[in-house]
């Protein structure tokens, strides 16, 4: 599966950001769907994934992110709210056949990023 991020921008603190992964494919729907990210000089982290109804998401962004998927498109989106300069980054989304991991290299499959900025 091809998948594609966009969304990113810059954004004062306190603002919201919609992220969106578009993903080439029939069978999107069995895939388990995820996003990280990885600021400057530091290791992509896991941020959230999703499953066929179970979302899990990072402490550090847990009331403040939503993540959801439209099978019928074949997108999984990212709505960013309360933007804290801390989340600047580049956001990738990936996938993975099986079940869930917040690890990184249970994941086949990746999109280019998208950058996330948060001005302060």
Request: glycine letters at 10%; aromatic letters at 16%.
């Amino acid at each position: 599966v091809q998948l594609q991020a966009s969304g990113g921008g810059l954004v004062q603190t306190g603002g919201s950001l919609r992220l969106s992964c578009v993903a080439s494919g029939r069978a999107f729907s069995r895939y388990y769907m995820a996003w990280f990210r990885q600021a400057p000089g530091k290791e992509r982290e896991f941020v959230s994934a999703i499953g066929w109804s179970s979302q899990y998401y990072a402490d550090s962004v847990k009331g403040r992110f939503t993540i959801s998927r439209d099978n019928v498109k074949n997108t999984m989106y990212l709505q960013m709210n309360s933007l804290k300069p801390e989340d600047t980054a580049v956001y990738y989304c990936a996938a993975r056949s099986g079940s869930y991991t917040p690890h990184e290299y249970g994941y086949h499959y990746w999109g280019q990023g998208t950058q996330v900025t948060v001005s302060s």
